[in-house]
């Protein structure tokens, strides 16, 4: 049986200026132990700056997002290639802010995964239900198809998936510990090979530190996605700690 590494990765969204690099300080400060993987993944305005500052320690830089194009005209986006480049190990892709505001489809998320896998990235695919897909009895359904449409062919330790329901994102409401273990073992049993016990699976959707203990505590809860409690460094932080 594959003895599984929990990943806590922060997402900072479009939030974070230069002088925002100080939490990498302040967050190790606040480090007591770290037997998990940990990544941060500043907006892409930092990465250059928190490469440097990562370069030394124990802690990943991964994106945001990238292109399902390795390079040319595409006036605005960042290739999986620059972001190796910069000293990127991990990219999030199929963000739900993304597939909403974005109208990022399924067949996208796929794309840009491949292109992360091709430059040796691992990809952080997001899939999650709204509320009303959960309301109806249709949540499993929902994201087993975000799945299966979203997934490349992979190994499962090249990949990590993140279950964040959109109605948990930023709302301050967190999927109850039997909703998310229902889910994530969905997901694994749904997972195309047989390395399946091989595969992370990230929690998403208000995770704080007073939620964060029974949510890693599921036996297929691999780790959490972070937004807004990774700013905080020292909560970031918290949520390490009570992870190791
Ligand atoms: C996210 O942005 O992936 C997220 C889960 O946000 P929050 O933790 O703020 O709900």
Not at 35 to 57: K, M, Y
Not at 86 to 114: F, M, N, P, Q, T
Not at 187 to 214: C, H, T
């Amino acid at each position: 049986m594959t003895i599984r590494r929990p990943l806590i990765a922060g997402n900072w969204k479009m939030n974070g200026r230069l002088a925002d690099t100080a939490w990498v300080e302040r967050f190790q400060d606040a480090l007591v132990a770290s037997e998990v993987d940990i990544l941060v993944c500043p907006p892409a305005t930092l990465l250059h700056a928190f490469g440097e500052l990562l370069a030394s320690r124990a802690i990943a830089l991964g994106a945001q997002d990238c292109s399902p194009e390795p390079d040319g005209a595409y006036t605005g986006d960042i290739s999986a290639g620059m972001l190796k480049d910069i000293g990127c190990s991990y990219v999030i892709v199929g963000h739900s802010e993304r597939r909403s505001g974005h109208g990022e489809s399924d067949a996208l998320i796929r794309s840009k995964a491949e292109a992360a896998l091709r430059e040796g990235l691992t990809p952080i695919i997001c899939i999650g239900e709204n509320l009303d897909e959960r309301e109806v009895g249709r949540a499993i359904e929902t994201v087993l198809a975000q799945l299966a449409g979203s997934l490349p062919e992979a190994s499962a330790e090249k990949i990590v998936i993140a279950y964040e329901p959109v109605w948990a994102i930023g709302t301050g409401r967190s999927a109850g510990p039997d909703e998310a273990q229902e889910m994530h073992a969905a997901i694994r049993a749904a997972w195309p090979g047989a390395d399946a016990q091989a595969l992370r699976i990230l929690y998403g959707g208000s995770v704080k530190p007073d939620n964060a203990g029974e949510l890693l505590a599921c036996p297929d809860v691999d780790g959490a996605l972070v937004g807004g409690a990774s700013l905080d460094p020292r909560v970031f932080a918290r949520l390490v700690n009570l992870s190791s």
